[in-house]
């Protein structure tokens, strides 16, 4: 499998713009047909880590471009499992990792951006948000009872909340765009059989009960609602530089071949190099070297 090849892979599965659209013609079975097999898998990704790692430590030296990826999916759909293979290479020093659970007291009392923001990665970091700001027009639009514990003024809580959500996300991501956040949304597309398939193995499993939950099958009972949220998310918020990627989940190890995948390009598009050294700091690095080679011993 040639670069062209994975390039042309993600093209299938990157959304920039809401024009054609619809969540409905991304298949979550979809495995790359004949360009990449389970076989090579293995390899691939490996070798995807592996650039990624290298990459990394030049975004770090460079400190000026950020990285920002978030992850969200239905219940069981690998979110976890993804990250952890993805970023299994890179120097955790340059990696903050947040998981966004239900809003607490001092969250609810804030605007609902507060607690993205404050969780923003460094100038030369990966950031890697499992869940987001996006819980705010998906579980929160399906479930808008929750509303009620945000405290919003009645005027503000009225027909237009999801669209106006929307186009503050939209606004959100294009101002960290221009602050220099390499943004990267990953939706990992699993089918509601696969997801029934990871349950009853999750139950059957003895060492996997505990990431169970009662809830996670009262949520598949807002299935529909689910997809219906996401699809006005993403054609809503995808943008060229806040790019969607809409990726099939049934398989994992195609998801987290895809996920790594279109990290490396991103990075590659920056051009990043070491940064250059002035004939000034050579001359002071000239100096340190005499005077460590002169020390006694």
Known sequence: MTPKDI????????????????LRDHDPTDNGGDLVNHSESEALLADGVRRLAELQPLLYAQDSWTMLCTFQAMDAAGKDGTIKHVMS???????????????????????????????LPERGHIGIFNRSHYEEVLVVRVHPE?????????????????????????????????????????????SREEQKQRFLARL??????????SADIAERDHWDAYMAAYQDAIAATAAPHAPWYVVPGNHKWFARLMVVEAMVAALEDLGLHLPEVSAEERARLAEGRRKL???DG
């Open 89 to 119: 290479g890179v120097n955790p020093q340059g990696v903050q990792v947040t998981s966004f659970k239900q809003p607490g007291p001092e969250e609810l009392a804030h605007d609902y951006l507060w607690r993205i923001a404050r969780r």
């Open 293 to 295: 080679e002169a020390e």
């Open 146 to 190: 929750l509303l009620q514990h945000q405290h919003l003024p009645v005027r503000r809580n009225g027909k237009k909340i999801w669209k106006h959500r929307l186009d503050d996300i939209a606004a959100f991501e294009k101002y960290l765009s221009r602050q220099g956040f390499v943004v990267l949304k990953f939706f990992l597309n699993i």
């Open 204 to 213: 059957d499993t003895p060492d996997k009960n505990w990431k169970f939950s």
């Open 7 to 22: 390039r042309r892979l993600l093209d299938r599965y990157r959304i920039t713009a809401a024009k054609g659209f619809h």
